[in-house]
């Protein structure tokens, strides 16, 4: 039954079972199909990109799906499977890619519903109590608590978040703050915002699948509520002895880098510290990832195995390589644990472990392969990391080094002499890397830096000198013997630190780069994928996509205006770059904002551009034969009419409630229709403005919310005419 069906689809196409071949009538297009019967067995490294692909899909959708379309794909998959199973040999490739694709987004749909949590619905201020788990630090340097088991006043359990987020402004504490820890303060709680501009950065989607449902602040001091219970947080208690033991022993910014690396603690280290290293491409060596866990595991099975081989009983009656392999993954398994498990570290975990189940089995550890059983892995059940950096660059690189290695160990082996082997391979490596990750580095931090390869040069190899000694120290500091190791992590951490701090100030350090459009980085990733997994000469196609991607950013257009989620701040893009209504206010989105533009100018420089003009309270604009007017102060609202008779455009950082409506022609932009529609761009049309706002579209980690696409319809058909 199975092959009759298979022989009837494949008449359908023209493609016989088994050779995969068609009448020469049809000799043009049954090239493709050839070169995918030739690379059957090559082609398992494009099963995540498929899954990648449908999770793209599904987070670009403009609706929240529903049963049915789940339906529809979930039969569509099962359909695939049938297909695969009984289905011509030719159709095979497209069927698993269609199927693929089809679990990317049924992965999503899953994933979204399963951890949906209650996000904050309204501005709140009050007492907060919360169990401590994390602890880090802000963009602007504050510590910041994390907490879960959440209870807010005259707040009921079904819509109290499952975790928040405060940064503390007050009073240092007393005694140090340990995960485990049940607190109290008095703090100002919101909703995590939507991006900052259309297409931008969405930090509430990101909030929504961490569990993530209210960010704040406070200037209260935080009361200890309760100790640690025995036997609650204790990995993450561990990590916080072990960040301060670090630190006791290697005092200052040295002691905090070195505990970041170790542990991922990285709530002591500074903010300067933290952008020289981005400034130098020095950033990666705190995520803990590839490297850092390839150090570590590295050493621990370079150890075992060769301290078997130095016992010869020993030696002979175990294999010491399986051995140093099954000690390795422990220390790998803890080390993931122990450093918070982000998207990162998990890659880097998946990836050690695949290897050494390699070198169980005696297979080749390292490979396609391995690299797309982990992103399959990683993929299927964190579908959301696809969008989120610490996934796209890790990815990135370690794709492009397995590519990458061979051939350029092959030709510097040709050339070089075997003492400069050493160093060439880093100087390959390094650059491989370096140029794999350096789009999606310029795409998330909207920078590149131009001395990053020389600061990596001068740091790598220290780096591993860091982990080497870190892990050795772990094992003497039980005898209270980690006094040398320490001191040799100390001065590795000095050396990165100083290299990072000479780099950044160099000048030309770093060139902006603006924000590309939504298609550039599918457009480059995709053409990249198959420049480096394709098996034969047509991988080369892959350039036409990444060459359109970078045509489109180089082209990128910037919002002619935009709007803050609050109504403080409006930026005018002009002939000096983006002026901003205010210096203060908004301070995110004006960040934001700057940075995607490839800005490097300050708030407060970019307030002094020409662009808005009048007193402070009532800042005037003029874009495309429109007059606006951005209002502030406590008057603003009595202030709108006044405006209005002025200006088509009158923004106001509060909701007009009882005020009566603005005269006809006057489209004021309050506090209402903001907290509706997120920021805001005013996109120049002929004729009239077009206004995009941020929640244009009602997905899950917006509540389903509708109300957004109203407002788009209604200023679609409201469009304001140009006043002759």
């Excluded at 979204?112 to 619905?121: G, K, N, R, S």
């Excluded at 981005?278 to 803990?288: F, G």
């Excluded at 009656?317 to 000690?327: E, T």
């Excluded at 990391?385 to 040709?414: H, N």
Aim: glycine letters at 10%; charged letters at 15%; a positive charge.
């Amino acid at each position: 039954m199975g092959n009759h069906l298979g022989a009837k689809i494949g008449e359908v196409l023209g493609i016989h079972r088994g050779h995969g071949k068609v009448g020469d009538d049809k000799v043009a297009w049954v090239r493709p199909l050839e070169a995918l019967a030739a690379a059957r067995g090559l082609l398992f490294p494009f099963v995540p990109v498929c899954i990648g692909c449908g999770i793209g899909l599904w987070f670009a959708l403009p609706f929240e799906p529903g049963i049915p379309l789940y339906g529809a794909v979930a039969t569509g998959l099962a359909l695939a499977v049938v297909l695969w199973r009984f289905g011509p040999e030719g159709m095979q490739p497209f069927v698993v890619a269609f199927g693929c694709m089809a679990a990317g987004v049924l992965a999503c749909g899953a994933r979204a519903h399963l951890i949906e949590a209650p996000m904050l619905e309204f501005r709140y201020y009050g007492p907060v109590q919360g169990r401590i788990i994390d602890i880090d630090r802000s963009q602007s340097d504050a510590l910041r608590l994390t907490l879960d088991q959440v209870v807010l006043s005259d707040v009921s359990p079904d819509r109290t978040p499952v975790t928040v987020r405060v940064s503390l402004h007050g009073p240092p504490p007393v005694l140090p703050y340990e995960p485990g820890q049940v607190v109290m303060v008095s703090a100002r709680l919101a909703a995590p915002e939507s991006a900052a501009e259309p297409d931008g950065f969405d930090f509430r989607r990101m909030a929504y699948f961490n569990q993530l449902g209210a960010v704040g602040y406070t200037a209260s001091p935080v009361v200890l509520w309760a100790a640690a219970a025995p036997g609650t947080a204790v990995i993450n208690r561990l990590r916080s002895r072990l960040s301060a033991a670090i630190e006791a022993a290697v005092p200052g910014d040295a002691g905090a880098f070195a505990s970041g690396v170790m542990t991922g603690d990285r709530s002591n280290i500074s903010a300067a510290v933290v952008t020289d290293l981005r400034i130098s491409s020095l950033a990666h060596l705190l995520a803990i990832s590839g490297m850092n866990m390839a150090f570590l595991t590295g050493f621990v099975f370079a150890v075992m195995r060769y301290g078997a081989a130095l016992i010869p009983p020993l030696a002979l009656r175990i294999n010491a390589k399986k051995l140093a392999a099954v000690v390795a993954f422990g220390v790998a398994l803890f080390y993931l644990l122990l450093s918070g498990a982000n998207v990162a570290t998990t890659r880097a975990f998946l990836m050690v472990s695949v290897m050494l189940g390699a070198v169980l089995l005696d297979r080749r550890a390292l490979s396609f392969r391995s690299v797309a059983l982990a992103a399959i892995l990683l993929l299927l059940v964190q579908p959301e990391s696809l969008t989120e950096p610490g996934f796209q660059l890790s990815f990135a690189a370690t794709v492009a080094l397995i590519a990458g290695f061979g051939p350029s160990q092959r030709w510097m082996k040709s050339r070089l002499p075997g003492w400069l082997l050493p160093f060439g391979m880093l100087v390959a490596t390094s650059l491989i890397a370096g140029v794999a990750t350096a789009p999606f580095s310029a795409a998330t931090f909207n920078r590149f830096t131009d001395y990053g390869l020389f600061a990596n040069l001068l740091t790598v190899p220290v780096m591993s000198l860091l982990m080497g000694a870190g892990s050795v120290a772990a094992l003497l500091a039980p005898f209270g013997l980690a006094g040398p190791a320490l001191w040799v992590m100390a001065q590795a951490s000095r050396w990165i630190l100083f290299v990072a701090h000479w780099v950044a100030r160099l000048d030309g350090a770093i060139t902006p780069i603006p924000s590309p459009g939504p298609w550039v980085m599918p457009l480059m990733a995709l053409g990249a994928l198959w420049l480096a997994l394709w098996p034969g000469r047509a991988r080369f196609g892959g350039v036409a996509p990444m060459m359109v991607a970078l045509v489109l950013w180089v082209n990128v257009e910037r919002p002619a205006l935009l709007i803050s989620s609050d109504g403080v701040l409006a930026g005018l893009l002009g002939p000096e770059g983006r002026a901003l209504s205010s210096p203060k206010g908004a301070g995110f989105s004006a960040q934001s904002w700057l940075a995607d533009d490839g800005d490097l100018a300050l708030p407060a420089e970019a307030a002094l551009r020409a662009g808005f003009t009048g007193p402070k309270i009532a800042r005037a604009f003029e874009l495309n034969g429109f007059r606006g007017v951005v209002l502030s102060g406590k008057d603003a609202l009595a202030a709108v009419d006044p405006a209005c008779a002025g200006a088509q455009i009158v923004v106001v950082p509060a909701a007009l409630g009882a005020v009566p409506h603005p005269p006809e022609g006057c489209l004021v932009i309050d506090r209402a229709l903001l907290d509706a529609s997120g920021a805001l761009e005013l996109r120049p049309e002929p004729g009239g403005l077009r206004l995009i706002p941020v929640r244009g579209v009602a997905r899950i980690w917006l509540g389903h919310r509708n109300v957004a696409q109203s407002i788009v319809l209604q200023v679609d058909t409201n469009r304001l005419a140009a006043d002759q």
